[in-house]
């Protein structure tokens, strides 16, 4: 059985909805990295940066980084459609994954936790850091929505692995209102890729519709 440690409203979501669409059986730990219990302690056994995703595989063995999770889920498991089938379309899904991790993920760790950035600077300091990481933020998902064109989604004729990860991360720091004043058709495919039947399911137990 696959063991999903995550936690509430977290990207640990984006592999709950995909787990969900491969059918496959899976137990989620509730864990988080700041706290200090039991299932912390199990996840960084697994994980040194006790960071959430984190995926053990029915063999025992490891998978971090959503973005890899949801790739490994599309493979493993084409029925789902977590990927395209075509090997272009496929490609490009793959990219998308890829950019949001790098680009939209990344940055969210330092508006949460400034302090890791600038251990010795002032709040001010460290204000000024969040800031500038939120615009640059809200930039690189405008550059998105300009590069991936929905056919009617992300991943083609259903939302796939794209979508999720799409429609999860935007769920953070604001980053929906600034979509519907920068990239309004954008923050319109994600309303849609929320309330599609095959990702409302599971993606309303963390944000509610």
Sequence with gaps: MYQLFGYR??????????????????????????ENNEAAKELKALNPQKQ??????PDGSVLTEAAAILIHLGLAFPE????PDAPAQRAQAIRGLVYIVANCYTPIGIIDFPERWLVDADEATRQQLVSGTKQRL?????LFADQF????FLSGAEPGALD????????????REAMLNTRPQFYELLERIDHHPRIAPVLSLHWPL
């Excluded at 959430?52 to 595989?57: R, S, Y």
């Excluded at 789902?80 to 990927?83: G, H, V």
């Design 9 to 34: 409203q977290s990207g640990s979501s984006a592999v709950e909805i995909a787990l969900c669409l491969c059918g496959v059986p899976y137990r989620h730990v509730d864990a988080y990295s700041t």
């Design 52 to 57: 959430v995703p984190t995926l053990q595989l």
């Design 80 to 83: 789902s459609k977590l990927l």
């Design 138 to 142: 809200y930039r690189n998902w405008a």
């Design 149 to 152: 064109a929905p056919q009617p």
């Design 164 to 175: 999720i990860m799409a429609a999860v991360v935007t769920k953070w720091e604001d980053t």
